[in-house]
């Protein structure tokens, strides 16, 4: 079973920077991609940045240039660093799981945090 718990959310002012972290236990395998996705009640999750297994990243047109999704040395932690933020940005962060082919698809995650989440403020 894999455990994921998210941290460093808050708020901040539009312009500003924030890093969100994911502690993942349990057994990870190889083939394991992680990423970041974010929710307004009004809205359907969507997904922010992955990274596979090599380190391969992909992020959604409204983050590109502003967001960086990393791993920690042991792969047991993910990052989400998140510059020059705006209140379009205000959302309920989540980090998830999946393992096989890179997906975009929330669906296609297997597990999932509660969540941590940021304010930006105009």
């Known amino acids: 079973q894999v455990q994921l718990v998210e941290s460093g959310g808050g708020s901040v002012q539009a312009g500003g920077s924030l890093t969100l972290a994911c502690g993942i236990s349990g057994v990870i395998e190889s083939d394991s991609y992680m990423g970041w996705f974010r929710q307004v009640p009004w809205k359907n999750r969507e997904v922010v940045a992955i990274?596979?297994?090599?380190?391969?990243?992909t992020y959604a047109e409204s983050v590109k240039g502003r967001f960086t999704i990393s791993k920690g040395d042991s792969e047991n932690t993910l990052y989400l660093q998140m510059d020059d933020l705006k209140p379009d940005d205000t959302a309920m962060y989540y980090c998830?799981?999946?393992?096989?082919?890179?997906?975009?698809?929330?669906?296609?995650?297997?597990?999932w945090g509660q969540g941590t989440q940021v304010y930006v403020s105009s």
């Open positions: 990274i596979d297994s090599i380190n391969a990243r």
């Open positions: 998830a799981v999946g393992y096989g082919v890179p997906t975009l698809r929330t669906a296609d995650f297997s597990y």
